[in-house]
């Protein structure tokens, strides 16, 4: 039986952790909030102390935490996971963090024959859980050769983006600067059809059937409708993270990124009004703007 590895077992990663042990995978993990813990052990999971630990039990090593120290340290830190892995063990980096911050750990890892794949993953909290997550791996054709049974356990998509660490997070920080302005026109749509007294089942039903339908735009306004703004599996946090590294690579490049930069605000005013919420939490603070809330059977 192959082992994988698993460090941060939040929305995303207990989702990454419940498909490799579906696929037959004994996975060690660990996470530093007890309720995902006691969570991971109930689904067959082997709990862990500390990434060494989970670095001794893995041939590869998920790592879907929310920032690029946070990987360092669970890598490179006193414990981490370069105390223990053994040579040839492959690291995956799901976590979505800043391109240079790839490039640099990438460099750190050089001569220590330890793989890296930097391959950031889309598909949210749904896609996560059923193992149907689009992944955006960089590294030599011959490592995600080698590791592509652990990546196909949690994913249903794999696109070879490049070779190098920050490749992935490149093109997944251009996704997210898309995403988050389909998301920031769905809460204005939405707040639009509340005024005009629109039925929250006419606009998905429209908008669902139409050019613009998607699963990002579909998915946001079965949410909005049904006033589902917490406990869904989609912190504002991580969103508001994704756009904030989109918006400082388009600062590197010199790309002006005028539409990214609106949702960017429309997701913090979000985030800074409900702290605690999901990312469609951000069409409340437009709704108490104008005074209407757009519901499944009419606007109220």
Same mark, same amino acid.
């Given at each position: 039986?192959?082992?994988?590895?698993?460090?941060?077992?939040?929305?995303?990663?207990?989702?990454?952790?419940?498909?490799?042990?579906?696929?037959?995978?004994?996975?060690?993990?660990?996470?530093?909030?007890?309720?995902?813990?006691? +969570?991971?052990?109930?689904?067959?999971?082997? %709990?862990?102390?500390?990434?060494?630990?989970?670095?001794?039990?893995?041939?590869?090593?998920?790592?879907?935490?929310?920032?690029?120290?946070?990987?360092?340290?669970?890598?490179?830190?006193? +414990?981490?996971?370069?105390?223990?892995?053994? %040579?040839?063990?492959?690291?995956?980096?799901?976590?979505?963090?800043?391109? $240079?911050?790839?490039?640099?750990?990438?460099?750190?890892?050089?001569? $220590?024959?330890?793989?890296?794949?930097?391959?950031?993953?889309?598909?949210?909290? %749904?896609?996560?859980?059923?193992?149907?997550?689009?992944?955006?791996?960089?590294?030599? *054709?011959? #490592?995600? &050769?080698?590791?592509?049974?652990?990546?196909? =356990?949690?994913?249903?998509?794999?696109?070879?983006?490049?070779?190098?660490?920050?490749? *992935?997070?490149?093109?997944?920080?251009?996704?997210q600067s898309l995403i988050g302005a389909q998301f920031?026109?769905?809460?204005? =749509?939405?707040?639009l059809a509340a005024k005009a007294g629109v039925p929250?089942?006419?606009?998905?039903?429209?908008?669902?059937?139409?050019?613009?339908?998607?699963?990002? #735009?579909?998915?946001?306004?079965?949410?909005?409708? &049904?006033?589902?703004?917490? *406990?869904?599996?989609?912190?504002?946090?991580?969103? $508001?993270?994704?756009?904030?590294?989109?918006?400082?690579?388009?600062?590197?490049?010199?790309?002006?990124?005028?539409?990214?930069? =609106?949702?960017?605000?429309?997701? $913090?005013?979000?985030?800074?009004?409900?702290?605690?919420?999901?990312?469609?939490?951000?069409?409340?603070?437009?709704?108490?703007?104008?005074? =209407?809330?757009?519901?499944? &059977?009419?606007?109220?």
């Open positions: 039986m192959k082992t994988a590895g698993i460090i941060g077992i939040g929305d995303m990663g207990s989702g990454l952790a419940r498909n490799l042990i579906a696929n037959g995978f004994a996975v060690t993990g660990i996470d530093l909030l007890e309720h995902r813990m006691d +969570d991971f052990i109930a689904m067959g999971g082997t %709990p862990a102390n500390s990434p060494a630990e989970v670095g001794r039990s893995a041939d590869a090593v998920f790592i879907m935490v929310m920032k690029g120290s946070e990987v360092e340290e669970v890598i490179f830190g006193d +414990d981490g996971l370069l105390t223990t892995l053994s %040579p040839g063990s492959t690291i995956l980096l799901t976590a979505t963090i800043k391109p $240079h911050e790839a490039r640099e750990i990438g460099a750190r890892l050089e001569g $220590h024959d330890i793989h890296l794949i930097d391959t950031p993953v889309s598909g949210g909290f %749904p896609g996560a859980q059923g193992g149907t997550l689009t992944m955006m791996a960089a590294a030599p *054709g011959q #490592v995600l &050769d080698a590791n592509r049974n652990v990546m196909e =356990a949690v994913s249903a998509t794999i696109h070879r983006v490049g070779t190098s660490p920050g490749e *992935g997070q490149t093109v997944k920080a251009c996704l920031s026109a769905t809460f204005e =749509a939405a707040a929250g089942q006419v606009i998905l039903d429209v908008f669902s059937t139409s050019s613009a339908g998607c699963g990002v #735009v579909n998915n946001a306004l079965e949410k909005i409708i &049904d006033r589902q703004f917490q *406990g869904t599996g989609s912190h504002i946090n991580t969103m $508001h993270k994704d756009l904030t590294i989109s918006m400082g690579l388009g600062e590197e490049l010199g790309v002006p990124l005028h539409t990214a930069a =609106a949702a960017m605000q429309i997701f $913090h005013a979000g985030r800074t009004k409900y702290p605690d919420g999901d990312n469609w939490v951000c069409t409340r603070v437009i709704e108490e703007i104008i005074g =209407a809330e757009l519901h499944r &059977d009419g606007a109220k």
